[in-house]
């Protein structure tokens, strides 16, 4: 491949040529006591920094960001460091997906706006790996991800936690009565044991395997633990590659394909990853100007086995484990049958060369093909007269027994309302009921929480029940499990079927038919619809209310109508 040559780089236009402008780009950087010879004819490197004192599972990219620098200054680039919105998972509200979009459009422009000749993108947490990449699509410059990676196992009495799918198990319990209040509050300090991310099967590594497989990380990249030594050789590696990717022009147009959004569908399928992959993922794909639907994403799911026994999916092994037993490049080398690896990669290489030699050191953690999970993978998607363009369930996280099933509604209207009657003894609800939570979609909630994984009410919890059909319009946290049908869409917000459910309206799941209805006469849906009128509007400026004016439906990724891929947008003039 024919190189790059200086005056070529995009940089050159800041730093290269000899009028006003440069010379006041030169001089200022010269200001900060750098030489010339340390950035012109070198490529730029914007690193994005997703770092905050409250992004706690990014905590070590301070230290990572100067990693990713050796490695660029090694190859004989120019790195600057570019921190951008960090997408707090946990203290972020309403929720961090009202987020991701904003950090996408941030990514790009940081990009577009500023001399940057290649990307180095560090996220992890669950909406900064699609934001990031989102942004780098649209931008469209030689980009690489670099993962947080998984905190450690966590440990309580001898017991070994896993982020989120212990903290729903033990306060059920701790509802239920069964743990004390003490031993609740002991778990606090030995659940998350060091930087990183969530150390489930979770969105975060979802997320983060689902773009290596795409072919935008190193190969392993995804599954080294953020506090393992591998993790800052890892970061330093990203930084040198990056720089030879510039001088080879290696733009995600020029090697991405419709085989790459497959293979990250289908490592997400075999992984029994978070349902949240599914917006995610069909919202990078439209950005580079791939297909992806819901119907691709069940056609997938239906061929491919899920063989990582991780929780909250199996009941042992967590990240770190999964990382010892080989990780992701073992992993991807065993669902090599179901992948296209001819798709190529950030290496310059093929994924199928990216995964020659890779072993598995542990057969229970990374299944045999023919020793899966289970034989499908963990996402199944639904339709029917309640969810006509399609809701989701993580059949791999569900009571089996649910997943046919036909019982009476007991309807929420928003999430406070849940909270208040939830655990009144004088709910009218069963074992073989439906809870249904409106108003918790991309614009009722707004930003789609993570409210899916709605508590089973107390009283029920008492009687031993552990699972029951849940039903909404609302995301729920990868780490969770539990009969959680999902992103039913359209949302009630906008008179989506959902919108017309009545307390005792029987409700029929049939995940073998992929089925989701509402037993209720045509005619009096349409009398409901008709009654029916908007909720009012709650929010009149700033970045909520833009959110609301372009924000598309589950089914759709909720990317911006005017974020998706189209013409490219023309390169800043310099004046």
């Known amino acids: 491949m024919p ?12 730093f290269g040529v000899d009028d006003l402008r440069a010379f006041g780009h030169r001089s200022r950087l010269l200001q900060t006591g750098l030489a010339e010879a340390d950035f012109r004819g070198k490529p730029v490197i914007g690193i994005i920094n997703t770092w905050s004192d409250l992004s706690v599972c990014h905590a070590h990219f301070r230290t990572r960001a100067e990693e990713v620098k050796r490695g660029v200054w090694q190859a004989g680039g120019f790195p600057v460091e570019l921190p951008a919105h960090p997408i707090t998972e946990q203290y972020q509200k309403p929720t961090s997906m009202l987020y991701r979009n904003f950090l996408a459009m941030e990514t790009e422009e940081l990009a577009r706006s500023h001399p940057c000749d290649g990307l180095v993108l560090m996220g992890g ?15 469209n410059l030689p980009c690489v991800f670099v993962p947080a990676g998984p905190m450690l196992s966590g440990n309580w009495h001898g017991k070994k936690l896993g982020s989120g799918s212990d903290v729903w198990k033990y306060n059920a319990e701790l509802r239920a009565g069964n743990i004390t209040q003490a031993q609740w509050k002991d778990m606090e ?63 995600p147009s020029s090697f991405l394909s419709q085989a790459s959004i497959d293979n990250a569908v289908t490592a997400t399928m075999a992984f029994g990853g978070s349902t ?28 491919t086995p899920l063989i990582a026994n991780l929780r909250p999916n199996g009941d042992t092994w967590l990240m770190e484990d999964f990382y010892y037993a080989g990780g992701a490049r073992a992993f991807l080398a065993r669902l090599a049958p179901y992948l296209d690896l001819s798709a190529r990669t950030v290496t310059g290489a093929t994924l199928g060369e990216n995964l020659a030699g890779a072993e598995c050191y542990n057969e229970d953690i990374i299944r045999p093909l023919e020793r899966p999970l289970q034989p499908e993978g963990g996402v ?3 339709r029917g007269s309640l969810a006509p363009r399609g809701a989701v369930i993580k059949t791999s996280a569900a009571d089996p027994k649910l997943l046919t099933h036909t019982g009476p509604a007991v309807v929420f209207e928003d999430y406070n309302d849940m909270n208040a009657r939830l655990d009144d003894p004088a709910l009218e609800v069963t074992a073989d009921s439906v809870l249904v939570l409106r108003q918790a979609g991309p614009q009722g909630g707004p930003g789609m929480p993570e409210w899916g994984m709605m508590p089973i009410p107390k009283k029920l919890l008492q009687q031993g029940v552990r699972d029951m059909v849940r039903l909404s319009d609302a995301r729920m ?3 969770s499990y539990g009969t959680c049908i999902l992103h039913v869409a359209p949302e009630s917000h906008v008179g989506g079927p959902l919108a017309l459910v009545r307390n005792g309206d029987l409700i029929r799941l049939d995940v073998p038919n992929r089925s989701l ?36 439906q589950a089914d759709e990724g909720c990317d911006f109508d005017f974020l998706e891929a189209g013409p490219p947008t023309p390169e800043p003039e310099i004046h």
């Open 477 to 479: 946290s990868g780490t």
């Open 125 to 139: 947490c669950d909406k900064t790996p699609p934001a990031l990449v989102m942004g780098a699509l649209s931008a």
């Open 189 to 251: 300090s030995g659940i998350a044991r060091s930087f990183g991310t969530c150390m489930t099967a979770g969105t975060a590594a979802t997320m983060m395997l689902a773009v290596e497989a795409m072919g935008l990380a190193l190969p392993g990249a995804s599954s080294i633990p953020a506090a393992d030594s591998a993790h800052p050789r890892m970061a330093t590696a990203a930084g040198r590659r990056i720089v030879d990717m510039v001088w080879e022009d290696a733009t």
């Open 3 to 14: 190189r790059k040559r200086p005056e070529e780089l995009r940089s050159h236009r800041w």
């Open 517 to 552: 209805d509402l037993l209720v006469e045509p005619a009096e849906l349409e009398r409901r619809r008709a009654a029916w009128t908007p909720p009012p509007r709650r929010y009149a400026r700033g970045w909520t209310a833009l959110h609301l004016d372009h924000v598309r």
């Open 380 to 382: 199944a998607v639904l």
């Open 276 to 303: 949240n992959a599914i917006p995610h993922l069909i919202a990078m794909a439209r950005r580079g100007g791939f297909q992806l639907d819901l119907d691709r994403f069940d056609a997938i799911s239906r061929r």
